[in-house]
């Protein structure tokens, strides 16, 4: 029973490691994923702006100087305003958008055509339980919307507002947070930039399939202290069951290790046998931490449909790895007080 447990609670650190990666891996390659939808070549960011963070804001007026640039087809600016809990609402020029990206697919409902009006993706609607003419919760997203549209998902964001209107109700008049540009010929996309980059001197220009690389949870330093805090917690947990568990080996097994001892067996050989269980744990623990990462991932989805997750195969080696890393070092401080018991004490043990 002891052994079934150490390998459960084995497999439940493999599985915090596996969730938080999988949980990164699938927000990101969402946003990334979103980002890309919008079918924009280049994007333009504020100056001093991170990667994945949308504060700051540039004025309107430059969405006029970068249209003006030679080459670029299309250009319109948006407003990304959070709500807080991971949420935000993208405010946009319909028609300046629609031409970027080909236009939302509206499953129910139309485009927002009065203030207030607010556009979900099929995936919010689902998770909040939203019709087109319900209202929203104050509580959820700062004030009542009303739904007037359920579009597709994978198109920039989760929920679109006219962003003359979120500009006014947030106090942003005259600002916006991003700049999408298409380019009326991919082999232009470069000559663009390097023309942006000596008319906006201090701004973020990005190629859209570059700005999609760096997408990572290396360009999120909280998150990635995070990601290492849990692997560390992971290693610790992993290393106090099995220290746990082979002491209690040691202990429940010492007339059996004091005959193995007096029939000849080498220190080396006593080691050895708590070493190959300490192997066999983290294996096993690693098995049940796969398995129980599919349960999270579901229990993930229910409580926090908006989010998603992915099963990162690629660190199934490296979770496993840890945890057998771990294992051992529990076991080798038993493992050295197994080999170095006297016989005739350990036969003697009641």
Sequence with gaps: ????????????????????????????????ARSKGTGADI???????????????????IVGVVRATPHVAMATGTLVQSIGNFDSITGINLEEFNRLSGGLKYLDGG?????????????????????VGDFTKEKDLGM???????????????????????QDHYSQKGNVSVIYVKVDDPANIAGVIDELKNKLVDYKIFRMDEFVS????????????????????????????????MYMAVLERTREI?????????????????LRE????????????????????????????TWTTSIVKSWW??????????????????????????AIEALSYD
């Design 43 to 61: 994007l333009v960011r504020p100056p001093g702006s991170s990667v994945l963070a949308y504060s700051g804001a540039m004025p309107q007026g």
């Design 214 to 245: 760096l997408i990572s949870v290396d360009s999120v330093p909280l998150l990635k202290q995070f990601t290492r805090v849990v692997i560390g917690l992971g290693v610790v947990i992993g290393f106090l069951v099995v220290f746990l568990a």
């Design 144 to 166: 009542k919307w009303r739904v007037s549209g359920i579009v597709q998902q994978g198109m920039l964001s989760r929920m679109f507002a006219s962003i003359d209107y979120l």
């Design 111 to 131: 485009p927002f055509n009065q203030p207030g009006d607010l556009v979900i993706d099929e995936v919010y609607a689902n998770a909040k339980k939203l019709h």
């Design 1 to 32: 029973m002891l052994t079934l447990l150490s390998a459960v609670f084995i497999g439940i650190s493999v599985t915090m490691i596996l969730t938080l990666v999988g949980l990164s891996d699938g927000m990101l390659g969402e946003i990334a």
């Design 258 to 274: 004091g005959i193995l001892k007096a029939l000849g067996a080498s220190p080396g050989y006593i080691m050895g046998i708590l």
């Design 278 to 305: 300490a192997v066999i744990l983290a294996i096993i623990g690693t098995i049940v931490g796969i398995l129980l990462t599919f349960g999270t991932r579901s229990v993930i989805h229910v409580f926090a449909p």
């Design 317 to 342: 080696p490296r979770a496993g790895l840890i945890a057998l890393a771990a294992s051992l070092v529990g076991a080798i401080y038993p493992g050295l007080k197994a080999a170095r018991q006297d």
